[in-house]
Nanobody, 117 residues
């Protein structure tokens, strides 16, 4: 298994911004995309946003227009820029390489985002 590193979470006031990072060694050379998920306390895991190997992006309706996913392939890193944060965005955020047979086997601890005044 390969450890990926999620970072950038923290406590922010409503309307604020955060940028999450996910570094997954080797995921670019394995031709993987990347998905961001989140899980709030007591709720099911929710898909947030994805980016493919060629940069195509998709996002859930709940974050569309506020969150932007991007990738820096040479650094094997994907970012999630989160703007206009709402208390409902409070959750543990995690990333997961996807899209190909070599994209499994990654694990990480996630990064906590708390939106509160």
């Amino acid at each position: 298994q390969v450890q990926l590193v999620e970072s950038g979470g923290g406590l922010v006031q409503p309307g604020g911004s955060l940028r999450l990072s996910c570094r997954a060694p080797g995921f670019t050379s394995k031709r993987c995309g990347m998905d961001w998920y989140r899980q709030a306390a007591g709720k099911q895991r929710e898909w947030v946003s994805s980016i493919s190997t060629n940069g195509f992006t998709t996002s859930s309706d709940s974050v569309k227009g506020r969150f932007t996913i991007s990738r820096d392939s040479p650094k094997d890193t994907v970012y999630l820029e989160m703007n206009n944060l709402e208390p409902e965005d409070t959750a543990m955020y995690s990333c997961n390489p996807s899209g190909g047979p070599l994209c499994g086997g990654y694990w990480g601890q996630g990064t906590q985002v708390t939106v509160s005044s």
